[in-house]
């Protein structure tokens, strides 16, 4: 069982704040990726799902030293977008990702990842991963709470507030951002959060991330999978924990049983 924030009931938000679910998979290098002509084979099987493909971007690091300024330029990431333009697979030397800003359930996305990484067997057959990670950032608007930070606590739980919980600051809090981490066997769950931006939204940030470096074989079937559902899991059940019962009624919840039977 994934790591637990108490009890709630499974449900399904008509009105989810969130805005972006991504799911990656690092693994060693596989040089060929590093030119158009490499990612033929993978695009080619992936095409009929994400038929267009965008201009590579070139990845770029850069480190500040004592007296000088050094930059590297890193593996270019190539992105493919599906007809509907809702969900972004990219690629690069070193991972494989999947996001959308339209997610509804965990079974719809672990069938397109299954998908994606089929593919990515056949044609590439990359070593075991370095890192597996499921991210899901939720964005509650500032006209929920109407811009006021005193009505905050009618939306997240008290424990998470901190400063913005305090009402004698002689100015107005435009910023504040604050990480947890927990420690799960060999997975780590991240939660940062706090006042910020996300896609042009200004609002009470909550953004998780749940990962592990165990290795696992970077394939469809279901071990990687099961690890994906057991990460989204403990991070719904976080987000049950971090909200109040008041805001949850104004995410118009529904049974998820009944949600199923609907479609």
């Known amino acids: 069982m994934s790591l637990t924030f108490g009890d709630h009931d499974d449900v399904v938000f008509g009105r989810a704040p969130l ?10 290098p596989v040089l060929s990726l590093m030119t158009a002509v490499g990612i033929a084979g993978f695009q ?31 593996a270019p990431v190539w992105r493919m977008v599906d007809e ?46 370095n890192r597996i990670g499921l991210r899901k950032i939720n964005v509650i608007d500032a006209d929920e709470y109407a811009n006021d930070l005193g009505q905050l606590a009618t939306i997240v739980r008290r424990d998470l507030l901190g400063p913005l919980g305090v009402s004698s600051f002689p100015a107005k809090i435009s910023a504040n951002f604050s990480q947890l981490e927990f420690a799960d066997s060999f ?51 976080f987000f049950h924990w971090s909200i109040t019962e008041e805001y949850k009624k104004r995410l118009e919840p529904s049974a998820r049983s009944e949600w199923k039977s609907a479609e």
């Open 19 to 28: 805005v972006s679910v991504l799911c990656q998979v690092t693994f060693p």
């Open 44 to 74: 080619t099987a992936v095409r009929s799902v994400y038929p267009t493909l965008l201009p590579a971007e070139q990845s770029t690091d850069i480190a500040f030293g004592p007296q000088s300024l050094d930059i590297k330029q890193g």
């Open 84 to 129: 509907g333009g809702q969900w972004t697979l990219g690629i690069s030397a070193a991972f494989v990702s999947l996001e959308t800003p339209n997610y509804t359930n965990i079974d719809e996305f672990l069938e397109r990842v299954s998908f994606v990484l089929k593919a990515l067997r056949r044609t590439i057959r990359p070593a075991e991963s």
């Open 187 to 237: 997975n780590s769950l991240v939660a940062r959060y706090g006042l910020g931006t996300k896609d042009g939204r200004d609002g009470f940030v909550l953004d998780l991330d749940y990962s592990t470096e165990q290795p696992y074989t970077v394939d469809g079937d279901r071990g990687l999978l099961d690890l994906l559902r057991y990460f989204s899991d403990g991070m719904t059940s």
